[in-house]
């Protein structure tokens, strides 16, 4: 199992960014698609972005424009950016492998606050 690790997070303004960074344990990053998952408080966890090991990129509505998934394969980090945050975008923000589409494992996850 690979075991995802995330930071990157904390409290921004409305309208600020924030560049999120997972590099999960294992070997053979470059093979695996990797997604960004988040979960707001009272709501189920939803996939906000995925990144297939071709470089394919999926991304959910509410994020398209504003986000960007990235990855480094050399660095086995998979990347986050988040440009004009939202107070929407508040919630634990988890990335993970992905085995045949479906999310692996789960980490500890990043907190991200988006207020004034």
């Known amino acids: 199992q690979v075991q995802p690790v995330e930071s990157g997070g904390g409290l921004v303004q409305p309208g600020g960014s924030l560049r999120l960074s997972c590099s999960p344990s294992g070997r053979f990053f470059s093979r695996y698609d990797m997604a960004w998952y988040r979960q707001a408080p009272g709501k189920q966890r939803e996939l906000v972005a995925s990144?297939?090991?071709?470089?394919?990129?999926k991304y959910v509505e509410s994020v398209k424009g504003r986000f960007i998934i990235f990855r480094h394969n050399a660095a086995h980090t998979v990347y986050l950016q988040m440009n004009n945050l939202k107070p929407e975008d508040t919630a634990v923000y988890y990335c993970?492998?992905?085995?045949?589409?479906?999310?692996?494992?789960w980490g500890q996850g990043t907190q991200v606050t988006v207020s004034s």
């Open positions: 990144i297939s090991s071709g470089d394919s990129t």
């Open positions: 993970t492998r992905l085995m045949s589409g479906e999310p692996d494992s």
